[in-house]
């Protein structure tokens, strides 16, 4: 009896470190799947619950789920109606791209009213930033500047060009308003000079002439009047009428 007990002891025993060693490398070792046609996925999962087809997840720094490809495409989403493929991060980028010899993310669509890359921030940050120190960005109110420059906005006033070509002169303007009248002079005292005679073409002043008539034979005389009186020649007679200043 004793040894019928002991025995099953030991098979049990036997099973139970079996069991642990087997759970012990079936968590260590990683499950390969291998396909050996085009249009067989090496790895499937299928979900007909609107939960997920294939779920990875990795501690610390590793990295849920990874593909590599020699020439093809590493990660692809396809979705008829929804999001082929999205990323999302508490802290960090939700999507990263990263490439050696080409662009680092390339967006396509085919549809009119849709837009190769479109972006959003509901934090109210930029909508977009390129560059070490956003040497581009675009504000999340649309304005785009560049190495801190708002484009659009006035700059600093240039330095003054060359004078340009003297234009043709306008037409004159209307004749000003009549100024005043001007302080009176220094008083000055003139005299009327009259002589006859063939000849006479000049004045006998001794100062300045201030005036001059001329009388001839078909000149109906001459007549002037200075501040010491006046003279005249009659009518048909020559001579020459003037007024003298000092």
């Known amino acids: 009896m004793k040894a019928h007990t002991i025995a099953r002891v030991a098979i049990v025993s036997l099973i139970l470190v079996f069991l642990v060693l087997y759970i012990k490398v079936a968590a260590d070792s990683a499950a390969s799947y291998t396909s050996t046609r085009q249009a067989v996925p090496g790895v499937f999962g299928h979900n007909t619950a609107n939960g997920d087809g294939v779920f990875g997840k990795a501690l610390a720094t590793g990295r849920g789920v990874l ?91 240039g330095p003054p060009g060359p004078p340009g070509v003297q234009g043709s002169p306008g037409s004159p303007g209307p004749p000003g308003p009549q100024g005043p009248p001007g302080p009176p002079g220094p008083p000055v005292r003139t005299v009327a000079v009259c002589g006859g005679g063939t000849g006479s073409t000049r004045c ?41 200043a000092p």
Do not use: M
């Open 204 to 244: 006998s002043c001794t100062g300045r002439e201030i005036a001059r008539q001329v009388s001839g034979l078909t000149t109906p005389g001459c007549s002037v009047t200075s501040d010491t009186g006046t003279c005249s020649i009659p009518t048909g007679a020559i001579g020459i009428c003037c007024v003298c």
């Open 67 to 157: 593909g590599v490809s020699e020439s093809g495409v590493s990660v692809e989403g396809h979705a008829k109606e929804g999001r082929g493929v999205v990323g999302t991060s508490d802290t960090k980028a939700g999507v990263e791209g990263y490439s050696t010899d080409a662009v680092g993310v390339w967006g396509f669509t085919r549809a009119q009213s849709g837009a190769g890359g479109e972006f959003h921030n509901n934090g109210g940050g930029d909508l977009l930033r390129a560059g070490a120190g956003g040497l581009f960005r675009v504000s999340n109110t649309g304005d785009v500047l560049v190495r801190g420059q708002l484009l659009g906005a006035a700059g600093a006033p």
